[in-house]
Nanobody
Framework: QVQLVESGGGLVQPGGSLRLSCAAS????????MGWYRQAPGRERELVAT???????NYADSVKGRFTISRDNDKNTVYLQMNSLKSDDTAVYYC???????????????WGQGTQVTVSS
């Protein structure tokens, strides 16, 4: 079982910055990929950014150039640095991880509880 715990959300003014963190914990697993998704009011959950263990990254077009995803493999932690924030970035941000059991080699998807990011003046 993998547990994901997010932190770093909050209220920020337009043009400001926030950094989200997500730490994965548990026993007998290996993280394959991690990422961030978000869901705004009245909208479906959407991909924000993902990163593999080898640090290949993928970003949604709406955040490319403003957000940066990174990870610390030793700590099983993923970060999302968000700069030049816009009101459209307001959403609940969810941490995601694809983890493989080191015993069975079965991969599963895991989700955090979500953290609120509000961009408003």
């Amino acid at each position: 079982q993998v547990q994901l715990v997010e932190s770093g959300g909050g209220l920020v003014q337009p043009g400001g910055s926030l950094r989200l963190s997500c730490a994965a914990s548990g026993k007998g697993f290996s993280i394959r990929a991690m990422g961030w998704y978000r869901q705004a009011p009245g909208r479906e959950r959407e991909l924000v950014a993902t990163i593999t263990r080898d640090r290949y990254t993928n970003y949604a077009d709406s955040v490319k150039g403003r957000f940066t995803i990174s990870r610390d493999n030793d700590k099983n932690t993923v970060y999302l640095q968000m700069n030049s924030l816009k009101s459209d970035d307001t959403a609940v941000y969810y941490c995601y991880a694809k983890a493989m059991s080191t015993l069975s080699w079965i991969e599963n998807d895991y989700w955090g509880q979500g953290t609120q990011v509000t961009v408003s003046s």
